[in-house]
């Protein structure tokens, strides 16, 4: 850096908004006299989606992303610093703060990898250059740091994730988290702190909060450590991960972290020592392994966006495939609004639209209900799910879906789910599907899971009409039907329902997911 005056830095903050292992504000410490930590509210990211026109940010998400910026203010004031806030493009402000300024020394950020993101560093390289003020970056956003991955380069990214794992659990190290400062250099004089906005700025008002929520918690990174604080330390949870994590209601099923991962509230590598830590002083079994082994997902996804680059927006995804995708409105509707009869499907997606939360297992199953039995283009789902969840991040969700859809990095060919096998085994009684879908709570146990195949007076006593009250379902896998229940004397009509063109009513003999659960037990 050059210059005899102050020496003032611009952090830009982005998915990266925590004090803790900041290796932007640990750097600017070491080489500033000012500091301005800076976070923009970018208004391309509350536009459209890029194929189907979907809100780009939806209410749970801009709520979660607001407390979160309001959080990193209060930690920053408390070391003697502040949050800057604007609302604008980055590349703008990022200019007028330097013009007001008249000398800035450097502007540092943590690197991204998807095109939006790289084009606001592309824009913020012209401003920089313009003026003459140098760029400092950081590579953040995963557990193992890109230099650190074992391959030649990442163009020889494995293509299968057990392949990636065992190489960097063999050859790789995750680094230590830096250590903060107690107290942040201050601001530059004369830069005015900014307001938060409030969601009706974008057009939006705050989501009322479902009850029945899995993901009660708010943003930002008090939270965060604290949740880690509850998950670990205080109630042990860590220590039967593998057992619950493919719960479907309540907060502790699965750690939760996602949300906060994705806005950078908490760092995937402290977790890693938090993790290390319980191990030596509590238990390591297979379920804080585990913990590991999903957040390697989630690094894995990362650098698979960083060798294909804009591929994996692209309807062929990474393997160039030509599948004959539908754009059907209607199926599509159907599927966002939950009314596709299919009941676990429908409780997942009713869940997501009012909380902004699903499961991985729902997650999994819808994905693949509306890739594999619906047919329809992969990219309506991602950009659904773009638009509602509340941990969206641009390379775990194009990720899931290109694997849902079978043009990722799944290796098997024609994976698909059964949504009534699993329906059954996870959600055995039904209380899921209950808790999600009223209309239809009359109905005891498991056979909530299959509608159609209850006789007439079953339904009648449970107040449903199918068609009327609730919907038929929009298609009929043929392989469900090994998974209802014979009842002789109870099915006094045929299974209704649009068929599936390959519907016969044969047994199936495909092995479908039965094969899948019981031959790999890698995938999550
Ligand atoms: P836990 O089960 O507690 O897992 C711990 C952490 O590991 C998670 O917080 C997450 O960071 C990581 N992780 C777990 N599973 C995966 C996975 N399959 N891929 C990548 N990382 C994983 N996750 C997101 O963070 N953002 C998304 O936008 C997203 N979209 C998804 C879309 C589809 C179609 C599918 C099938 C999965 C998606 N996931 C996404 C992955 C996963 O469902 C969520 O990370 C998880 O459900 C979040 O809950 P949790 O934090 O309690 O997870």
């Known amino acids: 850096m050059s210059g005899a005056g102050p020496r003032t830095v611009i952090c830009l903050l982005r998915h990266d908004l925590r004090y803790h292992d900041s290796q932007v504000l640990h750097w ?298 539908k754009k059907d409105p209607k199926l599509l509707d159907a599927w966002k609004e939950g009314r596709t009869g299919v009941p676990f499907v429908d409780a997942n997606m009713r869940e997501l639209a009012a909380t902004g939360f699903m499961s991985n297992r729902g997650r999994q199953n819808v994905a693949s209900f509306l890739t594999k039995d619906l047919g329809l283009d992969w990219r309506m789902g991602a950009e659904w799910f773009e638009y509602l969840l509340v941990d969206y991040d641009v390379c775990s969700n194009y990720g899931n879906w290109l694997y849902s859809a079978g043009i990722g990095n799944d290796p098997r060919e024609n994976r698909k789910f059964n949504m009534i096998k699993q329906g059954l085994d996870y959600d055995s009684n039904g209380d899921y599907v209950r808790l999600w879908v009223p209309e239809i709570q009359c109905v005891k146990g498991g056979e909530i899971h299959t509608l159609w195949a209850l006789s007439n007076a079953d339904l009648s006593e449970a107040g449903i009409a199918l068609g009327e009250t609730y919907p038929l379902p929009v298609v009929l896998a043929r392989e469900w039907s090994r998974h209802i229940k014979q009842r002789p004397n109870k099915r006094d009509h045929p299974p209704r329902g649009r068929k599936d063109p390959s519907d016969t009513p044969r047994q199936h003999k495909d092995r479908g997911v039965d094969f899948y659960f019981s031959r790999n037990k890698d995938l999550s």
């Open 28 to 325: 600017a410490q070491n080489n500033a006299d000012y500091i301005i930590p800076l976070y923009c509210f970018d208004p391309r990211q509350y536009l459209r989606t890029y194929y189907y026109g979907f809100p780009k940010t939806g209410p749970h998400r801009l709520k979660f992303l607001l407390e979160s910026v309001k959080d990193l203010r209060q930690t920053l004031k408390k070391k003697g610093s502040n949050l800057v806030v604007r609302k604008g493009n980055p590349e703008d402000v990022v200019h007028d703060l330097i013009t007001q300024l008249g000398t800035v020394a450097a502007v540092a950020f943590h690197e991204e990898v998807t095109k939006e993101e790289l084009d606001v560093e592309k824009a913020l390289q012209r401003v920089c250059a313009q003026h003459g003020v140098k760029i400092q970056t950081f590579w953040a956003s995963t557990l193992y740091h890109r230099d650190d991955l074992p391959f030649s380069h990442i163009s020889r990214l494995p293509d299968v994730y057990t392949q990636f794992r065992k190489a960097v659990e063999a050859q790789a190290k995750v680094r230590p988290t830096v250590q903060m400062a107690d107290q942040l250099k201050p601001l530059a004089p004369g830069v005015e702190d900014g307001c938060i906005p409030v969601p009706e700025e974008f057009g939006q008002k705050d989501p009322l909060t479902d009850p029945r929520t899995a993901f009660p918690c708010s943003g930002g990174e008090t939270q965060a450590l604290m949740r880690l604080q509850h998950y670990f330390w205080d109630t042990n949870l860590v220590a039967s991960y593998k057992e619950t994590r493919n719960g479907l209601i309540g907060i502790d099923y699965s750690t939760k972290f996602a949300p906060w991962l994705a806005l950078g509230c908490i760092s995937p590598r402290y977790i890693y020592e938090q993790i290390r830590k319980y191990e030596k002083e509590r238990t390591a079994n297979q379920s804080t392994y585990w913990v590991i082994f999903e957040l390697l997902w989630r690094d894995y996804f990362r650098f698979v966006a960083l060798k294909y680059g804009t591929r994996i927006f692209l309807l062929k995804g990474l393997q160039d495939k030509e599948v004959p995708w």
